[in-house]
């Protein structure tokens, strides 16, 4: 493959977008001719810089692209997969609610499981890892939500925005819970949780 110069005058730029140092940012159609590893660099590069939350979208959204193209290898669609987490995690405003990115991650997380089976060592292929992070990010009791739940016509809009997010969550759970150990107490609970999805807004 012919070198691309990422730091020099080749690199096509968007104009007037400060950029990771200080200059502009790396424009996204450049980037989509690039291989996985060097847009890795200018993610790296990007992450410690300024880069605009448009931008870390507009990234998002070409690395989750690259890793459903069928026609690619598994563990280079899986490396694009992790992109698309990094980008999702470094937008400089950040999203009022953890759960929004985190059941944008989620929802990654599970295609790939999904897609390309589990791996216990790797956190990000991990179920069990991955059903324990969205647990914890719904930052509420079981029955605390399911009362909620059951009178969600009655409640207010954050509340409704908040049991909303929850389901967001929880939805991304439905088709790695086969991928957990059927006697682990995990995969239980994991099932009690489920069983709210339908009575969330």
Known sequence: ?????????????????????????????????????????????????????????????????????????????IEWGRLAVKAIH???????????????????????????????????RNPVALCGQVIAGVDSELDSVAFSASRWREAGRAEMLRLRRIKNLLQSLVEIKEFLDPGDPLCRKVATWLELIPSLP
Not at 14 to 43: H, T, Y
Request: hydrophobic fraction near 35%; charge should be negative; include cysteine.
């Open 1 to 77: 493959m012919e070198e691309k110069h990422l730091n020099g005058p080749e690199f096509p730029l968007c104009n007037g977008q400060e950029g990771p140092s200080g200059g502009n940012q790396p424009d996204l159609k450049f980037a989509a001719k690039l291989s996985v590893s060097e847009v890795r660099e200018i993610v790296d590069r990007a992450a410690v810089g300024s880069a605009a939350d448009s931008w870390w979208e507009g990234m998002r959204t070409l690395c989750v692209g690259r890793m459903q193209d069928v026609r690619r290898n598994a563990s280079e669609r």
């Open 90 to 124: 470094s937008k400089r405003e950040g999203d009022p609610d953890p759960k929004i990115p985190l059941a944008a991650e989620a929802r990654i997380r599970a295609y790939v499981i999904r897609e390309f089976g589990k791996d216990q060592e790797d956190d990000f």
